[in-house]
């Protein structure tokens, strides 16, 4: 372990000024990478996550199956659904084909419908993973079980694991942020709550409304000048206080202070878009002032570029039972063009290499159709799909263009090269340089892991 | 210990260049092997393996060993005991991570990993000392050896690495029941207050170490406050103790302090940790549910010192103690604390099988400080427990109803169900007025009874007479209209083929009245029905002239007239008319809140509109009040009165009178047909339809059921207030070991049972019951220990074993072994009284000491685990909020009673799965109750509380982190609840102090909140901001009176105080 040489040092130069700001996290940090050595290169300094929430349909936007057209409106053979659970539909459902067209995109011909015309576009970035599974078939289970790796509640997130596993790179901003466009999913703060870990690492929520990191902005006229006055007291008292009892935290809580001040500026800073070109702007569909989720991917890319270590971007509605072919469109409308000029523009500012993009959900939607007659041209709704579905990285140590995993001809089940959830938590973690056979914490008596005891890393599409 | 490499380790060997082996021979000769091989696998880079080298040497370095700590080494009771906590879980009998076993003698020697006699050559000990992080370092998994351990198997090989054949391995300590051990000599010494002291003290010499001096009489008031009730003295109250701060006085408090009302709801915090208390289920659907009566019952149950073994008993298996109080039955609320997913399409099952296993990994935690889960799968890797031990500990609380079930066949009708015992009412005359409801429903519910009975008995003859009235179909006839007249002025009309007007112009007026004048002679008019058409002449096709969008009408009045007068007259403009009475109206379609019935109303703000059915011709009938018989030609007035505004009046319609029975256009289908059908081929189907249309048109039949409906709701806004309890099925389910921990998959049933490595359990009846008494045998060697440990870590900041929550082999041995095991035994003999062991610590010496440290002593025990000072810790987040209500004279000390809901911003609690959740802010002083009463919404907690580490209560939580972020720097700053507290403090200071100085108010300001006077240097820092504040320039106002410069001068200064570390540190 390497030992913080400059403790006492620095100790008894907490006087003179608040520069070093690197020193709260020599004083206080207990992550992770502070107790240990990595010994993996990280492919990726920072993840963009991209959490459609209520699951959207990988059947209507990158696992095409022709079969199912074909066979559109037949009932689904018994041998298909056998020792299988659904949320809502009885097993005796139809088959439902994508009322979409399907085309080849990019030189590597990846396969997307014609609802994600902008996503193909950047289709050479992406490694699009088609056999993702997942374990729990209700939505806040599931959420729980993708972010933490356990369905029930009360275990760190994987921004959490993250946070405590390399620390923060930003001393004005919190290392993992969440933003969000419409409610949080079923699972509420959980998706991004430490659990078990210190609190610390938990995600911070900036809205879009009201302060942007609550609890942010100075009472009702209490100017900056007068916070400063009494911060410059308090600090004088809690010097006098260390310095009388000698305890670190005080000396910590000193440095905390100093950085919730430079987070009165850093935030509303980072918030405000209009500065950004009328190129950029148009590019994502973000209009200034008003929230959506285009507005929060171009917030993304300004978190990335202060060196932010995580942020996930939670998207609401996509939860299509029934009215699929109206919902669909609209959410893909709002979603679709952002997400592509989110890549688009990380490259172009040369941090696409550094960044890594996960695009997913909880689960997928099932290949047969809920609702509807079994008669008509187009489907009404998919009902939750835990065992195969579809999820895409790009960036950081991803390698572009690549397709991995294959369903049956249904898309019902996976055939070829299966994706566990703990696969891609396994995975996101080898990119950040994180070992997740070795990134544990000790908590009620057991060595937790945010993969449980399994996870293998997805090999094929690194770099 | 986990050696991936030592299969591949003579292969390095042989890959060696000769150029390395030349110089790795010569270093051969200096250094042991365990350097040798640290350098092979270095080999590309000399000048880092030399390097790495000098490090290891400098960790390997032993001091000249003395005769004493050469002792021979017991390997029974010293080194097998540390490879078995350390190394077994991967080299032991279950598993044997590269090849290698340590737990029996032949495979451990024979491994090559120990070189007996030689501990630098043993590959064993070189694992153990590479630095964290290392590859190869041993334990793969866990903390390092501590030095002392490290020490111990490093002379056990040096001696020789004896392994006797036989032997007998002491059980794991907690394992063994605390006996009370002989105290250490050093009562004489004049530190010593307690026993504690003792053996505090024997430690401390041992470390060559003195206890601080005590805490000055202001921090120890205050520190025994906060740990007591959790708020801080009055500076009165410090004063008092300060002019005698004497160990009787002291003590006097402390009994004083335990008799407060404000010791249950401080101490029900960390219990309420352990229970998962919330207020809401959890997941998805994160509705909340009423279970505060059992929060209260710890809070009651806590005041009153109940003894720990019936506090255990009654939460665990209250209701099924013989003849359950109230109260009893409130207590197992505990368990029902468990999340509950009844998110929709969840299955009822798999929710019932996950409370259930939360129960007994719960159960585990709090009273045998033991993680079960791990057996939830496979057996537990290191501790003594097996897999089907944990089903048959399962099997005692799988005896419960679903809590979670659908309603119906359908996956959304999932609902939180389970039973929710009604709580008896303190108010008598509430309980009266609901007695005397109840009996008056059940009157009621006689009296429909009966009435319905005579309804189906004489099923027949209605079902005989009403055929009679369905024959008798409505008929209409197109009324003849003589003059049509509207009020557009450029208006004109058509009288259409079908009988229908239709009015003509581009320019409709924005409201209009149509006048119609009828002629007719019918007889038996029921009502009229008005028909309104498309006309592809109206803008978009009609039916409403005044939009091609929105083509709506809005029919405001409907009335209708008979006249009787001479025509001429009427011409003249004088109606004179006998205007008829509607008694209903009925439409093809309302549009909502624009019911047809409202057109035959006056008024302009009712009426009839069909949006958005614009594509359809509709119709509307007027039913009079009486039957309308003409006995000759007679002139019918109609009037249309149309007056929303925007022409939204009618373009094309037909006017007709109705005869016939009206009723009968109404009968359903269903009923037309049974009643065509003769009685005897009425199928069951049929006759209950008829029953229940019969019931339906009753009026009797509506009234009882209109009183009812009354009744039930005057009784629901009296309901009881519930809670959640405990109820066992009558018929115990089948408990079986699940296959992989998949409740889907279950194998061998088993029987309730405890671990065999634990106490046995009596004979007699294994239920829930049992359990729970067995938890609080006098045999457990855990729960006392568990118990005390969790106090003793409340107020010191860690327990005496620091894993409070694991005192299996993974966890951390005590401390203090003999005090632990003291403090148990006392705990027990006093009747397993809390107050009596918290009193017996905060009169210690030990807890007593000043909490301020040195270098020295922090280099030395930065934790305080050696006890050299006393505690010093962060309030948690509950007391911090209680703190400042406190200091600001804001905090409402009721108790009990449904959650409060303080301050927080909007929309923390978001709309979720279809659901939106209201967060009412409390009234008045409700808002600043303490924290314990705060609403906890497992899916969204109170904002502030988790920046201090609060828990979302999805689990059992032992011991919650203790952070320092900047996020609480922004609330204490921010947060309107920390903002009204600094403002409050201000103005009771002034208040208080009110003919005082400057320096007067301070320093009684500084003393409310750290119960000390402030030094010189921080009273001159407070009046330094004070006086710059009054300088300072306005932000809101261009001059700013004195006095509100003052208020926002003094609003800084009570903002610093409350910002002080020392203000929400308890120390």
């Known amino acids: 372990m390497t030992q913080p040489m400059d403790r006492r040092g620095f100790l008894n130069d907490v006087g003179i000024g608040f520069g070093g700001v690197a020193l709260a996290s020599i004083l206080n940090d207990e992550s992770f990478a502070a107790a240990s050595n990595q010994n993996l290169a990280p492919r990726a300094k920072h993840v963009i996550y991209l959490h459609m929430i209520g699951a959207p349909s990988q059947l209507d936007l990158f696992d095409e199956k022709p079969e199912l057209v074909k066979r559109h409106n037949e009932p689904c053979p018994p041998e ?30 990846q396969s997307m419908s014609s609802l994600l015309p902008h996503l193909g576009e950047v289709a050479d970035e992406l490694a699009v993973i088609r056999s993702l599974h997942s374990e729990e078939i209700n939505h806040a289970p599931a959420q729980m079980f993708l972010h933490s790796g356990y369905g029930r509640g009360g275990r760190p997130s994987l921004g959490a694991w993250v946070t405590y596993g390399l620390g923060s790179e930003n001393k004005e901003l919190p290392g993992y942020v969440v933003l969000l466009s419409g409610p949080p999913g079923g699972a509420g703060t959980s998706m991004w709550s430490t659990g078990f870990l210190p609190s610390k690492y938990q995600g911070i929520q900036f809205r879009a409304d009201g302060d942007p ?55 509303p800073d980072l918030m405000n878009i209009e500065g950004e070109t009328t190129e950029t702007l148009q590019l994502y569909g973000a209009q200034p002032g008003k929230a959506s989720f285009a507005n929060n991917c171009l917030l993304a890319r300004r978190l990335v570029e202060r060196g932010v270590r995580l942020i996930e971007l939670y998207d609401s509605d996509w939860d299509h039972h029934g009215s699929i072919e109206t919902k669909l469109p609209k959410k893909c409308k709002e979603t679709d063009q952002p997400i592509a000029a989110l890549i688009k523009d990380l490259k172009r500012r040369d941090l696409l290499k550094d960044t890594l993009i996960v695009w997913g959900s909880e689960f997928g939607r099932t290949p047969i159709q809920q609702g509807g007659d079994g008669k008509s041209k187009g489907i009404a709704g998919r009902d939750h799909h835990k065992d195969a579905f579809t999820m895409w990285l790009a960036g950081g140590g991803v390698k572009g263009g690549v397709s991995y995993g294959q369903t049956d001809d249904f898309g019902m089940d996976i055939v070829e090269n299966g994706v566990h959830v703990h696969d891609l938590n396994a995975t996101i973690l080898h990119l950040l340089g994180l070992d997740h056979e070795k990134l544990t914490y000790r908590y009620q008596g057991r060595e937790f892991r945010l993969t449980d005891v399994h996870g293998n890393v997805i090999r094929d599409i690194l770099r | 210990m986990r050696m991936h490499h030592q299969q591949e380790k003579p292969q390095k060997q042989r890959d060696l260049t000769g150029k390395t082996r030349s ?230 408090i402390v009994d004083e302090l335990v008799q407060r009302p404000q010791f249950g709801e401080r101490w029900a915090r960390p219990w309420l940790d352990l229970a998962r208390y919330a207020d809401s289920h959890g997941f998805q659907r994160d509705d909340l549910r009423d279970n505060w009566a059992y929060r209260d019952w710890v809070i009651q149950a806590l005041n009153d010192d109940m003894p720990f073994d019936q506090f255990t008993i009654e939460q665990i298996a209250g209701d099924l103690l013989p003849e359950a109080t109230e109260s009893q039955k409130i207590a197992t609320g505990f368990h029902r604390c468990a999340p509950t997913n009844v998110e929709a399409g969840a299955l009822p099952e798999e929710t019932r099988t996950e409370q259930v296993i939360d129960r007994v990994n719960t159960t585990g935690a709090v009273w045998l400080g033991t993680t079960l889960e791990c057996c939830q799968c496979h057996d537990h890797k290191y501790d003594p427990f097996s897999t089907k031990e944990y089903y048959q500990f399962l099997a005692f ?102 009988g229908s007007i239709l009015l003509v112009g581009g320019d409709p007026p924005d409201k209009d009245v149509y006048t119609l004048r009828t002629l007719t002679a019918l007889k038996g008019i029921q009502g009229f029905r008005l028909d309104v058409f498309r006309d592809d002449s109206l803008p978009g096709g009609g039916p409403g002239r005044g939009d091609p969008k929105r083509r709506n009408f809005v029919l405001t009045e409907f009335s209708a007239e008979l006249c009787k007068t001479d025509p001429e007259i009427i011409k003249a403009g004088n109606s004179g008319g006998e205007k008829l009475q509607f008694a209903s109206a009925t439409a093809s ?223 951390e041995p005590p401390t203090h072994p003999k005090l632990l095991d003291w403090l148990a035994v006392e705990f027990v003999e006093n009747g397993w009284s809390m107050k009596q062991l918290l009193k017996t610590i905060v009169l210690s010496a030990t807890y007593q000491q000043s909490s301020s440290t040195s270098d020295e002593l922090h280099e030395l025990d930065d934790r305080n685990q050696l006890l050299a000072r006393g505690p010093r810790l962060r309030m948690d987040a509950e007391m911090i909020r209680d703190n400042a209500l406190a200091i600001g004279g804001l905090l409402d000390l ?101 003919n005082g100085t400057l320096e007067e108010q301070i320093d009684h300001a500084f003393q409310i909140c750290t119960a000390r006077r402030p030094t010189k240097t921080e009273r001159d820092a407070l009046m330094g901001l004070y006086r710059q504040q009054l300088k300072a320039d306005s932000q809101d106002e261009p001059q700013p009176s004195s006095q509100s410069k003052k208020d926002d001068a003094w609003y800084c200064v009570a903002t610093v105080l409350l910002n002080m570390h020392e203000t929400f540190t308890k120390d």
């Open chain 2, 23 to 252: 110089i790795a021979k010569a270093l051969l000769n200096i250094i042991n092997r365990s350097f040798h091989r640290r350098l092979f696998n270095a080999s590309q880079s000399l000048i880092a393996c030399l390097v790495t080298l000098v490090l290891v040497v400098a960790v390997n370095a032993e001091p000249p060993q003395s005769p004493a700590r050469m002792a021979k080494v017991d390997f029974a009771k010293d080194v097998f005991p540390i490879l078995r906590r350390s190394c077994f879980e991967c080299h032991g009998e279950k598993e044997q991570e590269g090849g290698l076993r340590l737990d029996q003698k032949a495979d451990a020697l024979d491994s090559g990993m120990i070189e007996p006699g030689s501990p630098n050559d043993s590959e064993l000990l070189r694992r153990l000392l590479l630095p964290r992080g290392h590859d190869e370092v041993m334990p793969a998994i866990g903390d390092p050896l501590s030095k002392k351990q490290v020490a111990i198997l490093r002379r056990w090989i040096a001696a020789g690495a004896a392994w006797p054949d036989e032997m007998q391995v002491a059980s794991h300590w907690s394992y063994v029941a605390p006996q009370r051990p002989s105290l250490p000599p050093g009562m004489s010494e004049p530190w010593v207050k307690s026993p504690i002291d003792q053996f505090v003290l024997d430690r401390l010499k041992e470390e060559g170490l003195t206890p601080s001096p005590a805490a000055s009489p202001e921090k120890l008031i205050r520190r025994v406050y906060l740990d007591l009730i959790g708020l801080p003295p009055t500076p009165k109250e410090v004063m008092r103790f300060v002019a005698d701060p004497s160990d009787e006085r002291i003590e006097s």
């Open chain 2, 589 to 811: 379609f309302s549009q909502r809140n624009w019911d047809v019935a409202g057109a035959f109303e006056s008024g302009v703000k009712t009426g009839w509109a069909i949006s958005p059915k614009f594509d359809d011709s509709h119709w509307a009938t007027f039913v009079l009040s009486e039957t309308l018989d003409l006995q000759e030609e007679t002139e019918l007035v109609f009037k249309l009165r149309q007056q929303w505004g925007q022409s939204r009046t009618i373009g094309r319609f037909r006017l007709s009178a109705v005869t016939g029975n009206l009723v009968a256009d109404s009968v359903p289908k269903n009923i037309a047909v049974a009643l065509k059908k003769p009685v005897d081929r009425w199928s069951p189907k049929d006759r209950r339809a008829l029953t229940n249309y019969r019931v339906g048109l009753d009026a009797t039949t509506k009234q009882f059921d209109k009183r009812i409906t009354d009744l039930q709701n005057q009784l629901k806004r009296l309901v009881p207030d519930t809670t959640l309890v405990m109820v066992e099925l009558t018929e115990p389910r089948m408990s079986a070991v699940f296959a992989r921990g998949d409740y889907q998959q279950p194998g061998e049933t088993v029987q309730p049972g405890t671990p065999a490595i634990l106490h046995p359990m009596p004979p007699g009846d294994s239920n829930r019951l049992a359990l729970a008494k067995w938890l609080v045998s006098p045999e457990n060697p855990l729960v006392a220990r568990v118990t005390v440990n969790r106090w003793w870590a409340e107020l010191f900041g860690q327990g005496l074993v620091t894993t409070a929550e694991d005192f299996g082999l993974k966890g």
């Open chain 1, 80 to 109: 298909v659904t056998k020792d299988r659970d659904f949320a809502f539909i009885g097993k005796t459902s139809t088959l439902a084909g994508s009322p979409w067209k399907f085309s080849k995109h990019g030189e590597s011909g």
């Open chain 2, 397 to 498: 609380y799988n005896n419960t109803e679903l809590e979670a079930d659908r309603a119906s066949n359908k996956p959304s009708s999932i609902k939180f169900q389970g039973p929710s015992m009604e709580l008896s009412d303190p108010n008598p005359e509430l309980k009266a007025k609901r007695s005397d409801l109840k009996a008056q429903l059940a009157e009621l519910e006689i009296k429909k009874t009966s009435r319905l009975g005579l309804l189906a008995k004489g099923l027949e003859a209605w079902a005989a007479s009403t055929a009679l009235v369905v024959a008798d179909a409505p008929k209409t006839h197109t009324l003849d209209v003589v003059s049509f007249d509207s009020q557009g002025s450029t208006d004109s009309f058509e009288n259409l083929d079908d």
């Open chain 1, 213 to 267: 990191v609550l609890f942010l902005s100075n009472p009702d006229g209490h100017s900056t000048d007068d916070r400063r006055r009494v911060l410059d007291t308090l600090a004088t008292i809690n010097q006098r206080q260390l310095k009388v009892t000698g305890d670190r935290e005080i000396a910590t809580r000193i440095q905390q202070y100093e950085m919730a001040y430079r987070m009165q500026t850093s935030v």
């Open chain 2, 894 to 994: 009721k108790q009990f009673g449904p959650p409060i809901y303080p301050f927080q911003p909007d929309g923390i609690w978001k709309k979720i799965g279809g659901i939106s959740y209201q967060y009412k802010i409390s009234p008045g002083s409700e808002q600043y109750r303490r924290g314990v009463y705060v609403v906890h919404k497992r899916g969204s907690p109170y904002p502030s509380f988790v920046n201090f580490d609060g828990t979302a209560r999805f689990a059992c939580t032992v011991k919650r982190s203790r952070t320092n972020t900047p996020l609480q720097a922004l609330t204490l700053l921010n947060d309107p609840v920390y903002v009204e507290a600094a403002k409050s403090l201000a103005r009771r200071v002034r208040a208080e102090k009110k």
